[in-house]
């Protein structure tokens, strides 16, 4: 089963229809949905989010982007355990480069990523109270929190490296593993395959080195954020006990979410690759669509967590559709007249909680 092919192996589904199918649908249902995320954030934000609510904006946009550019663009289908795969998604339609594609998902994923560890490092410093040891001056906070978002994409400037000499590869990967052969013969796929330590092996162990780096920062952040909470609970008022409440909620949900969709499909792929499981192509399919739809899940989680961006969801959905919306609860909790929407944020109306 571990990396030879004396027994019998399946051959690959080039064009496995229901995992296509399934990627194109659930990319075309939460693209809207992530949308209207995006629209709430902007316009209906509560109180207890203001001085965040541009870097919440920000990672509900490349979790949109990542979610509609891996399911309906590109859709990738992969070959493994040997690194191959073919985008069969619109940009293939359009007879865009695999390896342009290749670059555009591999940035998409790590900015998505990033701006993930950037919204909790910001909810983890309104946590903490001014006179904390880890407390940022608002510069050295946007130096920090850059650095950290630009640390995982601009690694991608070397993966133009991996491209070199595919027709070789192709034909090698061929000679080597004869089950390979329709894979390499089709016109778009894109195969990284030498037989020694190659660049494909460091660029995955990089890849995965920072992504650690950053899983670990967000683990880090929610306990510390779990264990300041606890420390100063005797000592805050009910209003920002309450805001404390929401923001280790929040923070546990994203490292949630962030390991259900990304982490671990992620290391199955990579267990795949590195230690040549074979026969497992519809297991990596299932991993795979649970990263193509992981800004849906975290909109729906959004939604799920924060009563004030669902109620402002239901209402724009009922609005929509020309229904009767109910009663609508405020920003601040107080219960707006029949029909009448929400009022946005106006950000001279109200003071800024931290700084």
């Known amino acids: 089963m571990f990396g030879d092919t004396s027994y019998n192996v399946s051959d690959f589904n080039l064009q496995p229809k229901f995992y296509l199918r399934l990627m194109s649908a659930f990319s075309c249902l939460g693209f809207p949905v992530n949308l209207l995320g995006l629209c709430v954030i902007f316009r209906y934000t509560p109180e207890h989010l203001k001085t965040i609510r541009c870097h919440v904006a920000n990672q509900q946009l490349w979790a949109?982007?990542?979610?509609?550019?891996?399911?309906?663009?590109?859709?990738?289908?992969?070959?493994?355990?040997?690194?191959?795969?073919?985008?069969?998604?619109?940009?293939?339609?359009?007879?865009?480069?695999?390896?342009?594609?290749?670059?555009?998902?591999?940035?998409?994923?790590c900015l998505s990523f990033s701006s993930v560890s950037h919204v909790v490092l910001y909810k983890w410093q309104l946590i903490l109270p001014n006179h904390h040891l880890c407390k940022l001056p608002a510069k050295l906070k946007m130096a920090v929190s850059s650095t950290l978002y630009f640390s995982v994409p601009i690694f991608c400037i070397f993966a133009t490296?991996?491209?070199?000499?595919?027709?070789?590869?192709?034909k090698l990967l061929a000679e080597n593993y004869p089950i390979y052969e329709p894979v390499t013969k089709l016109p778009n796929s894109l195969v990284f395959y030498l037989p020694q330590f190659n660049k494909f092996t460091r660029f995955l162990m990089v890849f995965g080195a920072i992504f650690g780096f950053h899983i670990f920062l967000i683990g880090f952040l929610t306990w510390s954020s779990i264990v300041q909470k606890k420390a100063l609970e005797k000592y805050l008022t009910s209003e920002t006990d309450g805001n404390t409440k929401q923001y280790v909620k929040e923070i546990k949900v994203q490292?949630?979410?962030?390991?259900?969709?990304?982490?671990?499909?992620?290391?199955?792929?990579?267990?795949?690759?590195?230690?040549?499981?074979?026969?497992?192509?519809?297991?990596?399919?299932?991993?795979?669509?649970?990263?193509?739809?992981?800004?849906?899940?975290n909109t729906i989680s959004m939604f799920c967590v924060?009563?004030?961006?669902?109620?402002?969801?239901?209402?724009?959905?009922c609005k929509a559709l020309g229904r009767d919306r109910g009663e609508k609860l405020s920003m601040d909790?107080?219960?707006?007249?029949?029909?009448?929407?929400?009022?946005?944020?106006?950000n001279s109306q109200v003071t800024i909680l931290e700084t």
């Open 306 to 317: 924060e009563p004030n961006y669902r109620q402002a969801a239901k209402y724009l959905i």
């Open 64 to 109: 949109t982007l990542q979610d509609f550019l891996l399911g309906f663009c590109i859709a990738p289908v992969f070959f493994l355990p040997m690194p191959a795969g073919c985008p069969t998604g619109f940009f293939a339609t359009l007879s865009i480069p695999t390896e342009v594609q290749f670059c555009m998902a591999v940035l998409v994923m």
């Open 161 to 170: 490296d991996l491209f070199e000499n595919q027709q070789e590869q192709k």
């Open 333 to 346: 909790g107080v219960k707006y007249r029949t029909n009448e929407p929400p009022t946005p944020v106006n």
């Open 255 to 297: 490292l949630a979410v962030m390991m259900g969709t990304l982490l671990k499909p992620g290391i199955f792929i990579g267990l795949v690759i590195f230690v040549h499981i074979w026969n497992a192509q519809e297991l990596i399919e299932s991993a795979f669509f649970l990263v193509s739809i992981s800004g849906l899940i």
